[in-house]
């Protein structure tokens, strides 16, 4: 269950591509992120705007996403929207810089590090954020980040729990160099843990939970601590924002709808989005605790303005600082070509 930390095998991702290259973003693909997920597509006119081809993974804070397309709110707000879910995000980002899609969601450390690499974006609305829903879990003798020099962690190379590491570390005045690296999928790195074959892991929950219940280990630090710093967005192609304005504006309504249907209405809401995650409403619910979903107010919050950013601007720089230490990519982009938060603070309900 995570945004693009997950892939599918080569085959499966390729297919999904092929399919938003026919399907323009709709249509079924099974996923082995959160239990098999499927694709829908919203039915129906609506098509005041240019209509909005998305993908995104398996993940809970895309959940509002999903809400907007079933409940249909997007056409009501005068935007076709369709989604299909491509866990691999090699395979979705080729997509998007192919065209095959004009949108995409993910984490800030994930557009920082395709838009150095020649895939820019524009994130114009944030979804969620991790409040205690990715963390480190250490053994028992391990008593604060400082303790992590010379251990054995894993993590996986190139992922968001890697970012998550590095900032952690950096709290501490310490790096990545200062930690023996040890590459696994996090999920398979809380597995790894749990099994007792590393003593530290970076992961997310159910094996936060896990650690905690281990009587020989514990969750060294989650991102209650750093709720700023793993958050997702939605971001589109350049020329679609230049062009297709009013396709964002609608986007954002009809977002807005999905997100004050789910206060509303949440047993309602929660049955629209038990197939995409593979998860029973509770374990939705129960969820929602550490990945809340951001009302539009509190993504506004989190852009500012041009004048006056937000925290998303430091995250965009700080994580590309990350990748390109780690050789991940050449150079810093400037933020303020991969964020626009006019389209939400002139939102007005």
């Keep these: 269950m995570r945004r693009c930390r997950l892939a599918l095998p080569v085959l499966l991702a390729s297919l999904a591509v092929a399919f ?19 694709t829908a597509a919203a039915g129906g006119g609506g098509e005041a705007a240019a209509p909005i081809n998305l993908a995104f993974s398996t993940w809970n804070g895309y959940i509002g996403l999903v809400i907007g397309v079933e409940e249909g709110f997007f056409d009501e707000a005068g935007v076709h929207v369709e989604y299909t879910v491509i866990e691999d995000p090699v395979q979705r980002f080729n997509a998007f810089k192919a065209g095959r899609l004009n949108a995409i969601a993910t984490t800030v450390d994930t557009f920082s590090r395709t838009y150095a690499k020649g895939i820019p974006s524009v994130q114009v609305l944030g979804l969620d954020a991790s409040v ?13 980040p400082a303790a992590l020099k010379g251990q054995e962690v894993a993590v996986s190379e ?8 590095a900032y952690v570390l950096d ?26 074959r590393v003593p530290v892991a970076v992961t997310w929950e159910p094996w936060l939970s896990r650690a905690e219940e281990n009587p020989d280990g514990q969750v060294l630090v989650d991102t209650t601590k750093y709720p700023d710093i793993i958050t997702d967005h939605v971001a589109f192609s350049p020329d679609f ?13 009809g977002y807005a709808m999905a997100v004050d249907f789910l206060g509303t209405n949440e047993d309602e809401a929660i049955d629209d989005v038990t197939e995409y995650l593979g998860q029973e409403p509770d374990d939705v619910k129960a ?12 993504s506004k919050e989190y852009y500012g303005t041009a004048d ?34 006019s389209f939400l603070q002139e939102f007005s309900g």
């Design 241 to 253: 924002v230049k062009e297709n304005p009013d396709s964002v504006r609608a986007f954002i309504k």
């Design 20 to 38: 938003v290259a026919t399907a323009c973003g709709g249509g079924d693909e099974s996923n082995g992120g959160g239990g098999g997920g499927t």
């Design 171 to 196: 709290q501490a005045g310490l790096s990545l160099e200062d930690v023996k690296q040890v590459d696994l999928t996090s999920a398979d790195a809380g597995a790894a843990f749990a099994a007792g």
């Design 158 to 165: 190139g992922s968001t729990s890697q970012w998550l590491l």
């Design 287 to 298: 969820v929602m605790e550490t990945v809340p979903i951001w009302s539009i107010e509190e």
């Design 308 to 341: 006056n950013p937000g925290p998303i601007y430091d995250i965009f720089t700080e994580s590309a600082e990350f990748w390109k230490n780690v050789g991940e990519i050449d150079s810093v982009p400037d933020p303020k070509g991969a964020i626009d938060p």
């Design 132 to 144: 205690g829903g990715d963390g480190i879990v250490a053994e028992k003798d391990i008593t604060s």
